[in-house]
């Protein structure tokens, strides 16, 4: 059974930093993209950033380039998001979610709980 | 970026009814596009991809159909787990993108 569990959420100032985590089980993890998508409250959903499997390659939304940062560990089936200079329109759950391919980002197949992210002062 | 429209906003339905959600794109996106269903609480949920494939698990009264930029989204007879918010989403460029959602509820 695929799993994906979040982790790292919570509440931080403007401008602070957040790194979270999404631990995989269940698959083969190298061999899929996996992506962060977000739902700020009473939204809806919002593709945030995707890791390919074959060289890594990195996709982002243009409302987080140049501010968040993601990586994978496809040594402990992890992945990860660096958020920084965080603003409160990212106050948002946070899901890590499993995509079809392995090349870019696609259509989401598993999806973790969700991790919620506020940024308020 | 590439902007999906839903529409309507919310429907209302009873059980059994034939329900379909519509959903166009701003710019031609070919079959590239997904459908998910979201209950209060909880992550969305495959449902159809590549624009009429039905995801493995997913009840066959849920169909998809479409090209280019217009694409629907049916269920052929509302049951009461259905009642809850449906998304399309786009995935031809490197950026996937979403509706703004269409929630079914009960008449």
């Known amino acids: 059974e695929v799993q994906l569990l979040e982790s790292g959420g919570g509440l931080v100032k403007p401008g602070g930093s957040l790194r979270l985590s999404c631990a995989a089980s269940?698959?083969?993890?190298?061999?899929?993209?996996i992506n962060w998508v977000r739902q700020a409250p009473g939204k809806g959903p919002e593709w945030v950033s995707g890791?390919?499997?074959?060289?890594?390659?990195?996709y982002y939304a243009d409302s987080v380039k140049g501010r968040f940062t993601i990586s994978r560990d496809d040594s402990k089936n992890t992945l990860f998001l660096q958020m920084d200079s965080l603003r409160v329109e990212d106050t948002a759950v946070y899901y890590c979610a499993k995509d079809d391919g392995w090349f870019k980002p696609s259509h989401f197949d598993h999806w973790g709980q969700g991790v919620l992210v506020t940024v308020s002062s | 970026d590439i902007q999906m429209t839903q529409s309507p906003s919310t429907l209302s339905a009873s059980m059994g009814d034939r329900v379909t959600i519509t959903c166009r794109a701003s710019?031609?996106?070919?079959?590239?596009v997904a459908w998910y269903q979201q209950r209060p609480g909880k992550a969305p949920k495959l449902l159809i991809y590549?624009?009429?494939s039905l995801q493995s698990g997913v009840p066959s009264r849920f169909s998809g159909s479409g090209s280019g930029t217009d694409f629907t989204l049916t269920i052929s007879s509302l049951q009461p787990d259905d009642f809850a918010i449906y998304y399309c989403q786009q995935y031809i460029t490197f950026s996937p993108t979403f509706g703004q959602g269409t929630k079914v509820e009960i008449k």
């Open positions: 890791i390919s499997s074959s060289d890594a390659s990195t």
């Open positions: 710019q031609n996106v070919v079959d590239w």
């Open positions: 590549k624009a009429s």
């Open positions: 269940g698959f083969t993890f190298k061999n899929f993209v």
